[in-house]
């Protein structure tokens, strides 16, 4: 919802927007009414309006009413009295009053515009905003030990005599839901690395950000493979630009009516897209589509960034690299794809599906410069339930992203589901329960092949909201 801003100007009501301005006519209201009292302020304009077409008068012919009844605050609008409407000038026409009706019209604040950040904080429990250093470092010790044990085993497994006795379709049968398990562990400990991303790990005031900075590095640099400031720097820019058909990060979006258009090393990805699922984070990390590269620094995501930043940014690069470079020398070639790549493989799956599925929904829409705003962008995210174990495990990637959205600084992972119920609740109770989204998406892996197949990065232009 955008908040009006109401300025006297010699008895003119300008009614002001975001990079747009209304105007409304001959009508005098105290500013300190006007600034609390938005839908009040906006009813009187109406009404005045609809009054001076009815019965215009002359200036001469009104006789203002007393000070004090025009001053008097906080009257609720079944009580607005005519002493508050001022006349508008003798010279005006009809048709510029009724433009004015129009434009007080549509500066009432609107159900279909989300509520502001301070609004919803209002809506949710206190402990929405406490982050607890020893829990958040719990559930990475939790997921740091089923890493290790998961794919512990799996070595175990690959360097067993009864395993080389095997030919390599039984041997590729055997280690495959090994590899399965592995790869989820390492979706889950990648989840609390994107924690530290946000810093939200830990709040502490004095080691906060090294605490964030060393989880960060040990869960994305070494043990998903994925610089870690590199990944954070993108992300954050995502973060800001949800949804804007140009600006977003994480995701490159195509109008679909455009299609013939594309240049066509894009046109041969969307006709290749089903055989790229397991290998588009690779794809996003090492070529730098669409934001920039995150192992060689280059691309949008750069810009403007200082050679300092590029080298802080190099130590989790040389982390992931010599993390990499350690398991393939003590593993051997063969081993190391079998007990390591083809986990990562499935933890890049996990990744993508869900960040995509996130993001991605036939009513989803995308906004312009002249339209975008921070709270419409995190609205148009999905939280999708994919099973109550699975969205635990996952740290309530999922199903609470709305919320994680909205405040992705403040909220730790452990506080977005209590906050989501409390935030469905609150939109309900402001008559706005259909601009939050949710699916239940069960049947996830099913539900990525499908929309991925349809829809790929294509958005219908209907989809693009341009204007006011």
């Given amino acids: 919802m955008k908040r009006l801003q109401f300025f006297l100007r010699s008895g003119w009501i300008v009614i002001s927007r975001p990079r747009r301005t209304l105007l409304a006519i001959g009508i005098t209201e105290p500013k300190n009414e006007m600034a609390q009292n938005e839908p009040l302020a906006a009813a009187a304009a109406i009404a005045a309006a609809a009054a001076a077409v009815a019965s215009p008068m002359s200036a001469s012919a009104f006789t203002p009413p007393p000070a004090?009844?025009?001053?008097?605050?906080?009257?609720?609008?079944?009580?607005?009295?005519?002493?508050?409407l001022m006349p508008p000038p003798p010279s005006m026409e009809k048709d510029v009053v009724a433009a004015a009706i129009d434009a007080a019209a549509a500066a009432v604040p609107s159900t279909e515009d989300p509520p502001r950040?301070?609004?919803?904080?209002?809506?949710?429990?206190?402990?929405?905003?406490?982050?607890?250093?020893?829990?958040?470092?719990?559930?990475?010790?939790?997921?740091?030990?089923?890493?290790a044990a998961s794919m512990g085993f799996l070595d175990l497994v690959v360097t067993s005599d009864n395993y080389h006795s095997f030919p390599m379709w039984a041997q590729a049968l055997s280690v495959f839901p090994l590899q399965i398990l592995t790869g989820f562990a390492m979706w889950c400990m990648w989840c609390v690395g994107h924690d530290a991303g946000h810093g939200t790990v830990s709040k502490n005031k004095d080691f906060g950000s090294a605490i964030n900075r060393a989880v960060g590095e040990v869960a994305h640099s070494m043990i998903c493979l994925t610089p870690f400031v590199p990944w954070a720097l993108s992300h954050q820019k995502h973060h800001l630009n949800h949804n804007h058909l140009e600006r977003d990060y994480s995701h490159q979006w195509f109008i679909r009516e455009d299609s013939d258009d594309l240049h066509p090393l894009i046109k041969a990805s969307h006709f290749t897209r089903n055989l790229q699922l397991p290998i588009l984070y690779f794809v996003y990390l090492f070529t730098g589509v669409p934001d920039g590269g995150h192992v060689f620094f280059y691309g949008r995501m750069w810009e403007g960034h200082s050679l300092r930043e590029k080298l802080d940014a190099?130590?989790?690069?040389?982390?992931?690299?010599?993390?990499?470079?350690?398991?393939?020398?003590?593993?051997?070639?063969?081993?190391?794809?079998?007990?390591?790549?083809?986990?990562?493989?499935?933890?890049?799956?996990?990744?993508?599906?869900?960040?995509?599925?996130?993001?991605?929904?036939?009513?989803?829409?995308?906004?312009?410069?002249?339209?975008?705003?921070?709270?419409?962008?995190?609205?148009?995210?999905?939280?999708?339930?994919?099973?109550?174990?699975?969205?635990?495990?996952?740290?309530?990637?999922?199903?609470?992203?709305?919320?994680?959205?909205?405040?992705?600084?403040?909220?730790?992972?452990?506080?977005?589901?209590?906050?989501?119920?409390?935030?469905?609740?609150?939109?309900?109770?402001?008559?706005?329960?259909?601009?939050?989204?949710?699916?239940?998406?069960?049947?996830?892996?099913?539900?990525?092949?499908?929309?991925?197949d349809e829809n790929w990065f294509f958005i219908s232009e209907e989809q693009v909201v341009r204007e006011e």
């Avoid at 609720?76 to 508050?84: D, E, G, L």
């Avoid at 607890?132 to 010790?141: A, G, I, K, Q, R």
């Avoid at 010599?322 to 190391?336: K, R, S, V």
């Avoid at 148009?380 to 174990?389: F, P």
């Fill in 314 to 452: 190099s130590l989790s690069v040389a982390l992931s690299v010599a993390t990499a470079g350690a398991l393939w020398h003590n593993l051997g070639t063969a081993d190391f794809a079998v007990v390591c790549m083809m986990p990562w493989l499935v933890m890049s799956y996990w990744l993508f599906m869900v960040t995509y599925l996130q993001h991605h929904s036939d009513e989803g829409r995308l906004y312009t410069d002249e339209t975008f705003t921070f709270e419409r962008g995190a609205f148009e995210t999905v939280d999708r339930d994919y099973g109550k174990w699975t969205n635990r495990m996952s740290h309530h990637m999922m199903d609470g992203h709305v919320v994680h959205h909205l405040f992705f600084t403040k909220v730790p992972h452990y506080r977005l589901e209590k906050a989501t119920e409390a935030l469905r609740r609150g939109m309900e109770e402001r008559g706005q329960g259909h601009l939050y989204k949710r699916i239940d998406t069960p049947d996830y892996t099913q539900e990525i092949m499908r929309q991925f």
């Fill in 68 to 84: 004090a009844s025009r001053t008097s605050l906080h009257r609720p609008v079944t009580s607005i009295r005519s002493s508050i």
């Fill in 117 to 147: 950040p301070g609004e919803i904080m209002k809506m949710l429990p206190p402990e929405t905003w406490e982050v607890d250093t020893p829990t958040s470092l719990f559930y990475f010790v939790v997921d740091f030990m089923a890493v």
